[in-house]
Every structure is written in C-alpha cells, then in structure tokens.
C-alpha cells in the first residue's frame, strides 16, 4: 500500500506512459521499411541502388539497443555494477529471464 490516493498526475502517467511506449514500438523499425519517405529511409527501395538490406540495419538497430540497455540505462536505475548485480541474483531469476525473453522473441517474431 502506497499511502497516499492516486493523483490525477498518476493517472495520466498511467494513460501516457503505455500509449507512449506503443507508439515507439510501432515506429521503431521505419527506417528499414523501403515504402518509407525517402529522409527516413535507411534502406534501399525496391529497384533502388545503395541503401541497406533489411538484415543489416535489424543487426546494427538491435546491437544497438543492448548497448544502450545495459551501459547507459542501468546505471541509470540504479545498477552501479551489472555482473555484481547477475551474481547476487538467485538462480530461479536467472533461469525465467532467457525464458521470458525467449517467448517474448518468439511473440515478436510472430506477430510482425
């Protein structure tokens, strides 16, 4: 229990906040689709010279993303040192993590 009643502030985060994080999740992957306008294309139209395959920009994009994930974002909540952090974490933690983010990629996969 939080002690307190929601404000109308918590409310709008909650309304915001997952309306926010769809529309990211939509529109992450723009720039590798070859209908996209040209300023936000990064890969290369049908019949089109130059650009990249759609592989390439996937690998860079989601290399990218772990960087930003684990170097920028968790000392950003709070984790000072990541491996300390996996080595107190009980061995039931680090066996659904790769679980869930197994079904997690394969919801991914299917989905789109």
Request: net charge neutral.
């Amino acid at each position: 229990r939080l002690g307190r009643m929601p404000s109308a502030g918590d409310y709008a985060a909650g309304i915001c906040l997952p309306l926010l994080g769809g529309i990211l999740n939509a529109s992450w992957n723009i720039p590798s689709k070859p209908e996209a306008p040209a300023v936000l294309r990064a890969v290369a139209g049908i019949g089109e010279e130059g650009g990249w395959k759609w592989e390439h920009f996937w690998f860079v994009s989601q290399a990218f993303v772990v960087i930003i994930n684990v170097i920028v974002i968790s000392p950003l909540v709070g984790i000072d040192d990541i491996f300390a952090a996996y080595h107190r974490a009980d061995d039931r933690s680090k066996a659904t993590v790769p679980l869930f983010s197994f079904v997690w990629a394969m919801g991914t996969c299917s989905f789109g």
